[in-house]
Nanobody, 122 residues
Framework: QLQLVESGGGSMQPGGSLRLSCAAS????????IGWFRQAPGKEREGILC??????NYADSVKGRFTISRDSAKNTVYLQMNSLKPEDTAVYYC?????????????????WGQGTQVTVSS
């Protein structure tokens, strides 16, 4: 059974850093595109980064601050978030798409983690 589990969320002051993890089980990450998405209260879910072919930084607001990496040995994808801002506050999700091609549309991803809350405030 394909499963994704996010961890690493929490509260942080502006300017701080957090690293989110997305651990996969039941499948091998190498065959999938893995995307990170976030959803703030009252807003639509947005794609922010993707690990796979054609994976740009979808959200201009995170360029230069967030990076994505993949550890195949651990079957885990990471989202490193630096220089956090209050507007980064959201529930962060990782999702898998059974193709190596990245896209920014949430509905193109078939498997989702449960989400992890990130709160940035002073």
């Amino acid at each position: 059974q394909l499963q994704l589990v996010e961890s690493g969320g929490g509260s942080m002051q502006p300017g701080g850093s957090l690293r989110l993890s997305c651990a996969a089980s039941g499948f091998t990450l190498d065959d999938y595109a893995i995307g990170w998405f976030r959803q703030a209260p009252g807003k639509e879910r947005e794609g922010i980064l993707c690990s796979g072919h054609g994976g740009p930084n979808y959200a201009d607001s995170v360029k230069g601050r967030f990076t994505i990496s993949r550890d195949s040995a651990k079957n885990t994808v990471y989202l490193q978030m630096n220089s956090l801002k209050p507007e980064d506050t959201a529930v962060y999700y990782c999702a898998a798409r059974r193709t190596s091609l990245c896209v920014s549309i949430p509905s193109f991803f078939t498997s989702w983690g449960q989400g992890t809350q990130v709160t940035v405030s002073s």
